[in-house]
């Protein structure tokens, strides 16, 4: 019964968990979600990274999107078409439920992070799923073209522009959501998922206190490179980190946290980069990091918790 | 060519107002709607009326219920009851779009005329629909359970309840909207619709100064009677009428019209009325009132504009 802590954002952390809830009960699972992509969408607030979560721990995440629930229609959406020019943001009859109750309760006055325990609970989720913070955070990319918030960037522009840089809008004055920085302190193991180092994983340890609690925790610190072979696994990374003037890579992600890091699960492709990584001082796992079937999910995070 | 002014609640205006944009252009046509019954359900602003109106104009009216979209699917609805118990309020996907670009608008400070003249446009609806005022206003019902919500009164509870007594809040501050005096005053012909004439008519006809400029208009003034033959054809205008004292019939309906009424239109199950009415210095037309087919609609259309 290990206490685990995983950090994560969408799609790419929730492959991860979904392994790591076969070998230990959601019940010991704390994790601290970025809320970097919240968007405000027609007056309703979207929190991307949480739902993909929530719904993959609930297990009714639509498998092939990543995202959404599976089966859901978009009826709301077709109609909205009659009202507003943009629809970019595809949002399903079921997973606006999760919008609409959210946005009333936050209108209430309730913290994002109380919104998520009902969400959570509607689901029937065992984990605890805390937002990184309750404060105003957006994440927002420098291009040519001018200065978009993340999603629009992602979704609307399909991350064709080259970065120029990236704004974390808020970073000052946002804290950590309560709870967040016990359930690392308190944590046997905390995870980095495979999530993007930078709009992911980067926003959380961005967080005021985050990075310093991560850095005294005596929690064992894993993380598993969201980068093979020099490519991401899925979305922008590549052109995020080459924005910021860092090489694509494992290396380059394994720098990054370096200065709290325990291991680094890294792929056999990319065995080459061993010892480059372990000369930060960082131990290095090499395995199969490529999570296409649940075997593949539940391999990983078994090596993940034998770190 | 006559400009036409109509005052409307929901299903049972509509149906009039079908069969009156068979004799004349949507154009001539201005609509002053009840907005006592709007609710905001799960934050989103919710006008149950204007929206039946607009439907109703634009063709996409679920004609066998008389309210929503016509084919219209109920998954959001669905999803919404893990999260709420309160889901008695019957929201379609499709519908829902109005109702989040509804809320959308008049977050960003958008008055309800506004937004019901982007949603009239957004459906093609060429009459003019206008909220009875733009100022918070709600019809409520006492009951021996208790004071409740119009909307909750009639959905919830379906109106099972005896009433004792109706409030309107806000009624001492809500101005008209934009529009609607002038729609009263400029038209040649205004036209009471067999709505509920306490929470349909006579919300609209307790705000400021309306009832003072159908007095002072020079139009002609008629309107259907809702009762035939002391039953109303739908909703739960006999229980209101009765909790306030009033007999529940078409000559009760035409006493509360009668300072301003030149015509009013009754069913010929109550030409035995017509005497009585009479007497209130109000001119009577016997006709068919009840409005099951198109048919009816355009006849009964004509009977009042031929008024």
Redesign the interface.
Known sequence: MTLITALAGGVGASKLLTGLTKHVKQEDLTIIVNTGDDIEL???HVSPDLDTIIYTLAGVVDEAKGWG?QG??F??????R???EETWFAVG??????H??R??LL?QGKTLSEVSA??SR??GVGARVLPMTDDYFQTRIVTERGVVHFQEYLVKWQARDGVLGVEFVGVDLAKPAVGVLEAVQDAELVVLCPSNPVVSIGTILSINCVRDALRRSSARKVAVSPIIAGVPVRGPAGKLLAGLGLEVSAYSVAKLYADFLDVFVIDVADSAEKARIEELGVNVKVTNTVMRTLEDKVSLAKVVLES
């Open positions: 027609n007056g309703l629930i859901d229609t009826y709301f959406l077709e109609a909205l009659r009202f507003v009859d079921r997973d606006l439920a999760t609409v109750f946005t009333a209108k009902a969400v509607a689901f």
